[in-house]
């Protein structure tokens, strides 16, 4: 969703950096631009996962504080009844493979997702391998881990909310930058991923969503990021014609990877949300759990703070999602979580150009 992602990387690192530095250093990395740069070298395709049609719908969420606490998702999945199997977290760049968090949501039989985003670095820097350190060193955490990870790259480029999107970023730097995180990944080994190409609901003008594909040797699931933000939203209306765009590029696996029914929709949406979703044969939904105030493009989108959207979902969950026990408390000897995203800032970035001030972080806009 645009500038959530951002912010949440604002929120962890203040909690532990210095104020007005650290403001400054995520405002920069919001808006920061590239220049262009080559495609990488093909490599085979990995081995692909699958997600048959028959199966049903796999559910994930995201919940603010969760790298600190596993708690916030042990409460979702008391509020709705269903315990997730997929546990949504964004990663900024340079920060590490949260491994000890990848523990806790294996521990409680899920499987992480992690949103791995350029914040504060070109895409064709990238391509070029001026990251390679980095992300030969997030591949092997992510190798030794050991367990699957969902991991996305760049998301929501098609959007034109982050440097690295449309208006801000040629597509060609993109399909660049994505092909060679992919191949660095295989190079050091680690075969445990399952890369997620994640594009956003086609709700403003923009390029066909061709531009940006990688090509089907680097990509093993779709995933599309879609809120019901009106009252006239539908399932159609909101993924119907980005769907159409996808399925003309793959037949690949389709996850939801963030939604959410706001207040101003309605709760009797939700069931058109799930319903939708299963009757296109998609793989699953994240719901983005966190309650915004800042407008449309912002609601509050918790659950919980809605008796009316708990029910729907509730509901909604009983006929079209699997049945599952609620999250089991790990064991005693489980591994607990290390750390979390942001407890040291980055590095400010040398040699970038074209940063501005990010607006919306500063109202909320």
Not at 86 to 109: C, D, K, M
Not at 205 to 229: E, K, M, N
Request: net charge positive; with cysteine; hydrophobic share 45%.
């Amino acid at each position: 969703m645009r500038h959530q992602r951002c912010l949440q990387h604002a929120l962890r690192g203040l909690a532990v950096s210095a104020g007005a530095a650290a403001i400054a250093l995520v405002v920069a990395a919001c808006t920061v631009t590239g220049s262009p740069a080559t495609h990488g070298a093909v490599t085979p395709a990995p081995l692909r996962p699958t997600a048959p049609s028959s199966s049903p719908l796999a559910l994930g969420v995201f919940e603010p504080g969760e790298w600190t606490s596993y708690q916030p998702v042990e409460k979702f999945a008391a509020e709705t009844g269903r315990s997730p199997s997929i546990v949504l977290i964004y990663s900024g760049w340079r920060e590490p493979f949260q491994a000890g968090f990848a523990a806790t949501v294996n521990a409680h039989h899920a499987e992480p997702f992690v949103q791995l985003e350029p914040t504060g670095a070109s895409l064709a820097a990238i391509a070029a391998g001026k990251y390679d350190g980095y992300l030969t060193t997030y591949a092997g955490q992510v190798r030794a881990f050991g367990h699957p990870v969902i991991l996305s790259f760049a998301a929501e480029m098609n959007g034109s909310w982050y440097a690295w999107g449309y208006g801000h970023t040629p597509a060609q730097q993109f399909v660049a930058a994505w092909r060679h995180v992919v191949n660095v990944f295989r190079a050091r080994g680690a075969r445990n991923v399952t890369w997620l190409w994640t594009v956003n609901t086609i709700t403003e003008p923009s390029a066909p969503l061709q531009q940006w594909w990688p090509g089907a040797s680097y990509v093993d699931w779709v995933g599309i990021d879609g809120y019901f933000f009106r009252a006239e939203d539908t399932f159609a209306s909101v993924f119907g014609a980005t769907i159409t765009q996808v399925r003309a590029l793959t037949s690949d696996p389709i996850l939801v990877g963030e939604t959410a029914v706001g207040p101003v929709a309605g709760a009797a949406k939700i069931a058109g949300l799930f319903a939708g979703a299963r009757a296109a044969h998609l793989a699953g939904l994240v719901w983005f759990d966190q309650a915004r105030h800042d407008g449309l493009y912002h609601q509050d989108w918790r659950l919980a703070d809605s008796p009316a959207r708990l029910a729907a979902f509730r509901n909604a969950a009983k006929t079209l999602l699997p049945e599952r026990a609620l999250v089991p408390r790990p064991p005693p000897h489980s591994p607990r979580m290390a750390g979390r995203p942001g407890a040291r800032a980055a590095p400010r970035p040398t040699g970038v150009r074209g940063v501005t001030s990010c607006s919306w972080f500063v109202t909320g806009c």
